[in-house]
């Protein structure tokens, strides 16, 4: 799915934010590295600093090599805590 057919559904704010988390954690990506980061994050009025990689769940979950060998990201929003 492109940037704008996801318009189409006129996402709000919470909806944005887990599409773009669950975009950069599928692609193993920065956040703002995402296709839809500059235009999600502008419709949003959302910044990097209002996301973190939650880094000790993943090692929790799938150990060390999940980060070092794997790559994998673990985006979240700040807002949710």
């Known amino acids: 799915m492109n940037t704008y057919s996801y318009l189409q559904i006129n996402p709000n704010k919470t909806k944005i934010v887990d599409f773009l988390c669950n975009l950069a954690n599928s692609t193993f ?3 703002y ?3 839809a980061w500059n235009t ?3 419709i949003a009025g959302l910044q990097k600093e ?3 990689n939650d880094r ?3 090692i929790r979950k799938y150990g060390e090599s999940s980060i070092d060998v794997y790559g994998l990201y673990n985006w979240k929003f700040k ?3």
């Open 29 to 31: 990506s920065e956040i």
């Open 33 to 35: 590295d995402t296709y």
């Open 40 to 42: 999600l994050s502008k």
């Open 50 to 52: 209002d996301f973190y």
């Open 56 to 58: 000790d769940e993943l």
């Open 79 to 81: 807002e949710e805590n």
